[in-house]
């Protein structure tokens, strides 16, 4: 399925980042290298499981080197933002690529100090984050494969990834905040298990329609002060 770019998305030579919604033309967008978002097909086999160079490569933390054995130990992450905090317990069972990914960039500082890029309010209701640049077209330096896509659904308190296509994935995913129906291509990782109403009231706090109705800058900012893992 091909992608559709907000439009405010920067004249730079990188993929659009988008969230496509089932039945709507409305995008949610990461003007980044390549982004977008997806969900439940079983663990994938390590052996598809390889992260490959990429552009952009925004605050390059290197390219992680996948470990089954670790991939397969259960964590939660604890998102420390500017307005409030938000846990959630990871997949690491469903999609361990993306969760090896996500706790790899954590652990080395890759969220601390960024911001939420993209809240939208009407058809989907999502918040958008993981990009170093704030800009919707950062990414980490590599990509990796979808995951857990088979029959995928986006209720209130999924943590998904956002895409600029198939197999595209970064460092950019999003927070459901409210039941969004979406086409089933953004990787779901993670399952909110604190903070919903943080994520709620940064909703209703409203944004700024830079993309279109419903959809741009948070009015509340969101920025990460920390991202932790911890085992669980």
């Known amino acids: 399925m091909t992608t559709v770019p907000s439009r405010k998305a920067r004249h730079v030579k990188r993929k659009h980042w988008a969230l496509l919604v089932a039945a709507t033309t409305l995008p949610l967008a990461v003007t980044t290298g390549a982004a977008a978002e997806t969900p439940d097909q079983g663990p994938a086999p390590a052996a598809t499981c390889t992260y ?9 933390k290197g390219i992680p080197v996948f470990d089954a054995k670790k991939a397969a130990k259960p964590y939660s992450a604890t998102l420390k ?28 500082d890759y969220f601390d100090r960024s911001h939420c890029h993209r809240l939208t309010t009407q058809r989907l209701w999502v918040l958008q984050c993981g990009d170093p640049t704030g800009t919707g077209s950062g990414g980490p330096g590599y990509s990796f494969p979808d995951e857990n896509l088979d029959g995928a659904t986006y209720p209130a308190g999924t943590v998904a990834m956002a895409n600029a296509g198939p197999n595209t994935n970064g460092s950019q995913f ?24 943080v994520l709620q009231r940064i909703a209703a706090g409203g944004e700024d329609d830079q993309n279109g109705p419903g959809d741009g800058f948070p009015t509340l900012p969101v920025e990460f002060k920390r991202v932790r893992i911890g085992n669980r």
């Open 52 to 60: 490959t160079p990429a552009v952009p490569a925004d605050n390059f």
């Open 81 to 108: 933002t500017s307005q409030g905090t938000i846990t959630f317990q990871a997949l690491t069972d469903k999609a361990p690529c993306t969760t090896f990914s996500f706790r790899f960039l954590a652990e080395h």
């Open 174 to 197: 999003f927070l459901v905040w409210k039941d969004t129906k979406l086409s089933p291509a953004y990787t779901p990782f993670g399952r909110v298990t604190g903070g919903m109403d």
